[in-house]
């Protein structure tokens, strides 16, 4: 699919998607939706033990009033008919210089449609790594059922529901939090380097098939 790009400014672009966020340790925009509204998360943010028991995205600085603003406008933009459009250009112009993108810091994919979008994006963007850690299951399976795959420069993680289990054995690529244990596959060093990612990129390679944070 070709899309009739139209849109030629930033305040374009805003007007439809808001604007990119920025998590402190990305070395690379990235676009959130509030983690309140997570489908899975939702569920799992209520039992201790799981991976979104006091999830980040809940505190902090993500409660400021105008924090939770922006994370519901861009939750909502999906639904815009120039979305892609606004995103393809947005990503093109700020991820240009770092050539990665992450899809939610915070929130998740809601439904099929949602992840058709991001997608056609990343069709459109094949000159950046996209990375997309996801806890719904089920929407990722129903995808590929009917599509068969990702995009080449798309990544998308399937994350372990519970701190110290295993990855998902249903997915080839994956993530898990460990606490208690040892971490599985790739190490994830920001806890040792300020939180930063500094210049690892392990998230969004697929030579590696499990990323395993360590539990905040």
């Known amino acids: 699919m070709t899309l009739n790009n139209t849109i030629t400014t930033s305040k374009q672009a805003k007007e439809i ?3 990119l966020g920025r998590a402190g340790k990305m070395p ?4 959130n939706t509030p983690a309140s509204l ?3 998360g939702s569920k799992l943010r209520k039992t201790k033990g799981t991976t979104c028991h006091g999830c980040y995205a809940m505190k902090g600085n993500y409660l400021f009033p105008n924090v939770q603003e922006g994370l519901t406008k861009r939750f909502h933009a999906f639904l ?3 979305f892609v459009e606004a995103m393809t250009f947005m990503i093109k112009r700020y991820s240009a210089k770092s050539g990665y993108f992450r899809w939610f810091d915070s929130g998740d994919l809601k439904d099929m449609a949602m992840l058709e979008k991001i997608v056609l994006i990343c069709q459109q963007t094949p000159e950046i790594d ?3 850690p996801t ?5 990722v399976s129903d995808y590929l059922k009917i599509y068969k795959q990702f995009p080449d420069n798309l990544l998308v993680r399937l994350s372990a529901p519970m701190v110290d289990g295993e990855p998902i054995k249903s997915y080839k690529y994956t993530s898990t939090v460990n606490h208690k244990t040892k971490p599985v596959g790739h190490d994830c060093p920001a806890r040792f380097q300020d939180n930063e990612c500094r210049d690892c990129r392990a998230c969004w390679s697929k030579e590696i098939k499990n990323v395993s944070y360590h539990k905040h």
């Open 17 to 19: 998607m808001i604007s």
């Open 28 to 31: 690379c925009p990235t676009y």
């Open 38 to 40: 997570c489908v899975t």
């Open 80 to 82: 815009q008919p120039r």
């Open 130 to 132: 996209h990375w997309l």
């Open 135 to 139: 806890r719904e299951v089920k929407v």
